[in-house]
């Protein structure tokens, strides 16, 4: 069998990813076969998942890792530029700075079904998921949360990690719940195509780590 070199095999096995992680997206990791996979991706070879990734598991590992990376870096370049500016100042800025990173610049390049993904991934596939990530790729995150134990209004710190908890979960399913709508071709959907929608999400998230204790 003739074998691709390195760079070739990479850029033939992306079509390949990015129609895993929509399909991931719309149904789940196990609701998806690799038949399914190689057949929306115009392979004609059913078994391209098993050659370029050697596994379904292993290609839903590189999948995270891809977005996890992207994410991180575009976090940290933006946590970078608000530092240099003297901030954050608020908490506002740092729940605006987590919406607006967690999606991509370019809305046709369909990146944001990564985080429909991961969002239904870490529900049903934990462990893969937190495995697959290695301790590695959130760095941006981990500098958010030392600005936000700054920032918010004085609290013990386990219940500053349980609003942390809230907090990634309400984003997820919030930017989740949108990509869904977006995907949907049927439908206008005016709300989640509006910028308004993300700054709003920005509020409530805000307000969520602001709540009083009691």
Same mark, same amino acid.
């Given at each position: ?58 290609? &839903? ?23 240099? %500016?003297?901030?954050?100042?608020? &908490?506002?800025? &740092? ?46 995150? %981990? ?72």
């Amino acid at each position: 069998m003739v074998r691709l070199d390195a760079k070739t095999q990479s850029k033939a096995a992306l079509p390949l990813k990015l129609v895993a992680r929509r399909l991931f997206a719309e149904r789940g990791v196990d609701g998806v076969t690799v038949r399914e996979i190689a057949r929306a991706a115009g392979q004609k070879n059913h078994g391209a998942v098993g050659y370029h990734f050697k596994s379904k598991e292993a290609l &839903v590992r590189e999948i995270i890792r891809d977005g996890a990376i992207v994410i991180d870096a575009r976090r940290n370049r933006a946590l970078d530029r608000l530092e240099a %500016q003297g901030g954050p100042r608020g &908490v506002r800025e &740092v729940a605006d700075l987590l919406v607006r990173t967690s999606l991509s610049e370019d809305p046709s390049d369909g990146e944001e079904s990564y985080i429909r993904f991961i969002t239904m991934l870490s529900m049903t596939h934990r462990e893969l998921f937190m495995d697959a990530l290695e301790g590695r790729w959130n760095s941006g995150y %981990q500098r958010c949360l030392e600005h936000l134990r700054r920032l918010m209004p004085p609290m013990p710190r386990p219940v500053q990690n349980q609003r942390f908890v809230f907090m990634g979960a309400y984003l997820g399913a919030v930017l989740a719940r949108r990509d869904a709508a977006l995907s949907d071709t049927t439908r206008a959907h005016p709300m989640w195509r509006s910028g308004e929608t993300l700054r709003h999400l920005g509020i409530t998230l805000a307000a969520l780590l602001d709540a009083p204790t009691e």
